[in-house]
């Protein structure tokens, strides 16, 4: 019998690296669609005939389903089986990703979208609760999340780099329908690697904080994506905003007071992993924000062309590929809080480079310099945050601890996105009486970016004064506390 489980284990471990690979992939494919139709939107707007209001939630629509449902979600993989979960997810994301492709209607397009974001929810959290139930080790599980982290870093990177390619080579359909071959592999591959786990005890799903917690979280990021349309005053952004804020209270409420909560009080107010998450909020809002700004600037300013401006994001992916090597190593030799303050700077630092490329810059002396210092931060910091903000879960609440994760970086990105791109507008508009748009828009575009880098100032200060000192979240005192 002994041999027989011994048999069982090692084949188990055995087979963590291919199923490590298969998730990072379809990580890849997910966060890969959050930016991947940013270079092709003036092409789909021709094409399929929307206008400038309805353009935008091609974006946006992904956005809002993504960050509104992973709370949800992530707690239901927990109760229902992450493998289950993560295979319905990503079955139906091939599926919205397939619509998108062969739409012929904005309607269709935007709707796709949507199904594509909810899909995302439900495999994303899954997928890194796979992960760290699979890795349970303090080391192994820092190189595995560095892995995952680097990924969904290069990820956001490649949708730039891929969108420009197909977009000026093929068709915008493309970015579409390249989704389908790692769905169908994922959906083959994983049931032969990954076992099915869930919460070992029974619970039923907390339908009034599930109804309460996701309303409040697409309310937020509805809010704040039409805050950066129509501006703050605006009665179709402040009256989502406020019913957010309405809908969290009443989430807390609820949760103080049943049984079984969907989100128990004490995980959200676990030290080491609050501050993770609030650090994530601030890092999400400047890279998304970044990422927007700098393909607008590459094209309208620097008159890149579609494809050159995806290729201009190589030596991105690239920093974030050296990043990601050096994190785990980071961590394990400096410590979880030397690590990300180094990763935050650093990327702070390359983007105030980045705040001052004007139109006259060329890409190596210009672009280049502050756009790898920041991908080299990128990649050091997400795998460590990751490892952070899932820190002290357990078999009965991963699935949670990834979906609040994956919300802090979706809701981050909606708010920086909004905040920021609405800055950068307003200051360029307020400049361009003078004539001079190349001038207006390189002065928008460098006090939006200087608020990034102020951003990423602030959660280094967050991290260095409130994280912790331990080596790993493991080695802290708090994460070896039993979880209520």
Known sequence: MTSLTTAATAKAVGRRGPALVVLCFVQFMLVLDDNVVS??????RDDLGFSTAGLAWVVNAYFLAFGGL?????????????RRVFLTGVALFGTASLVCGLAQEPWQLVGGRFVQGAAAAMASPAALALIALLFPGTEERAKA????GGIAGLG???GLVISGALTGLASWRWIFLI???VALAALVLLPRLVPESRAERAVRLDVPGAVLGTGALV???YGLLRAGETGWGDTTAVGPLVLAVFLAVAFLVVESRTAEPLVPLSFLSFRFRAVANGATLLFSAAMYAMAFLLMLHLQTVLGYRPLAAGLAYLPYGGGILAGMWLSSRAVIRLGMRPTLVIGFLTSAAGLLLLSGVAPSDGYASGV???MLLTSLGCGLSLPALTVAALTGTTEEDAGLGSAVLSSGQQVGGAVGVAVLVALATRRSEALAADGDAAHAATEGFSLALTVTAVLLALGA????ALLGSGRSGDSCPEARRPRG
């Not at 270079?39 to 789909?44: M, N, S």
């Not at 992973?70 to 992450?82: E, H, S």
């Not at 200060?461 to 260095?464: R, T």
């Open 39 to 44: 270079v092709a939107l003036p092409t789909l």
């Open 70 to 82: 992973l709370l949800l979600f992530g707690r239901m993989a927990d109760l229902l089986g992450r």
């Open 145 to 148: 999340f560095g892995l995952w």
């Open 156 to 158: 956001g990177t490649a």
């Open 179 to 181: 989704n389908l071959p």
């Open 219 to 221: 309310a937020l990021v």
């Open 368 to 370: 280049l310099p502050g």
């Open 461 to 464: 200060v967050l991290i260095a």
